[in-house]
C-alpha cells in the first residue's frame, strides 16, 4: 500500500476530532512539539514511523485506520471491541439470539 499524505491528513483530523482533542491537546497526547504537530495534519511535514505510532497511541487507534482510504469511525471500535467480548462467550444460543438482535437493528451489516 502506498502512502497517500492527503487521505493521513483527513483521517488525522477526523480522528481527533471524533477523539474531542484540539490540536493542542493532540500535540501533547502524542508527545509531539505543537509546531510539528500542526505541520504534519496540514500535510507540510511527513511524520517519522515512531511519531505516526505516536499518533495512532494517542488517538487509540492503529495506524491502519490513520492510512487507509476506508473511514473507520467509532461503531468500528465498538463492534471490534464486542466481537473480542463475545469470543469469550461459551453460551453458543445466547450468541445467536445475540446475533439475530444486532442483525435486526442494523447494527451489524
Known sequence: MEFDNKIFCENLERLRKEKGYNKYEMSIQADIHYTYYLAIESG???PNF???ISIANALDTDISHLISKKNYS???SIKKDILLNLAKVQ???FLEKL???LTYIRIWE
Open 74 to 76: 467509532k461503531v468500528d
Open 44 to 46: 507540510k511535514m511527513l
Open 99 to 101: 446475533s439475530d438482535i
Open 50 to 52: 515512531k511519531r505516526l
Open 91 to 93: 453460551n453458543e444460543e
